[in-house]
């Protein structure tokens, strides 16, 4: 039989908390400010809202001034309005961060929600996103979110972001960097594991890393290394597709 007293409603949720005994689902309460969410992520709400596409939005000055992320902007709305929202992510951990006139640089995939009391700005690390300012965020991870303190390498995988830190670099194993057939082979076939390469991270900050090596497909990644082959000649061109036709082949 159903726990009646389990049942949610606008009285039982929390105010910006995650569900009570679920961590897959988080209770935003929309009202004073606008909140910006990724498309997708709604679950459930009460009372009344809107959900803006960022193009199309009724706030065009506030997404102008907060959202410069033009690769990502597609796939983001505006929510508005008085009442509790609902959001979630493919059954995955939903976590709330606070930041305090502070910067943080995150997956784009795990990021689902933040206020507008942050900016939003796209990485020159591609497939992540930074935001800045004081407010809180959303973001969803493959089990828990754990924190690590530099210097740390990590597995590009299980990275979620990273706040206050330099950009990474990359790490190559030592055997793999010796062995030039080795390393050639992997760049064709892509048999890059977390053994082989890491990101590198320096300095003071603290790097969030998720206790799974899943990540989301990013189809924007692919936007973002056709841009970036604009410099390229056609040899280099052909060259490019000879290895992409080697790795299909293979995989």
Request: net charge negative; aromatic share 8%; hydrophobic share 40%.
């Amino acid at each position: 039989m159903t726990d009646l007293a389990g049942i949610l409603n606008p009285s039982t949720l929390p105010v910006n908390d995650n569900v009570p005994g679920n961590e897959y689902a988080f209770s935003i309460d929309v009202g004073a400010a606008p909140w910006f969410m990724s498309k997708g992520a709604m679950i459930a709400y009460y009372g009344q809202m809107a959900f803006e596409p960022l193009a199309v939005t009724s706030l065009g000055a506030l997404v102008a001034s907060k959202f410069s992320s033009p690769l990502y902007a597609r796939d983001w709305v505006v929510a508005t309005g008085q009442g509790k929202l609902v959001i979630g992510d493919r059954g995955y951990n939903i976590n709330s961060f606070d930041l305090d006139d502070g910067n943080l640089t995150i997956r784009a995939s795990n990021l689902l929600a933040f206020e507008t009391g942050l900016n939003l700005k796209q990485s020159i690390v591609p497939g992540f996103l930074t935001l800045i300012g004081t407010g809180k965020f959303l973001a969803s991870s493959n089990g828990e979110v754990m924190f690590a303190e530099p210097p740390v390498r990590v597995d590009p995988q299980a990275l979620v972001g990273w706040s206050d830190c330099p950009s990474p670099s990359h790490h190559y194993g030592t055997a793999w960097m010796q062995n030039f057939l080795g390393a050639a082979r992997s760049m064709v076939l892509g048999a890059h594991t977390g053994e082989e390469r890491q990101f590198d991270f320096t300095g003071a900050g603290t790097v969030l890393i998720q206790s799974s090596e899943a990540v989301r497909e990013d189809p924007h990644l692919l936007q973002h290394i056709e841009s970036e082959t604009m410099p390229l000649g056609q040899a280099q061109l052909q060259q490019l597709q000879r290895s992409i036709g080697a790795r299909i082949q293979n995989s």
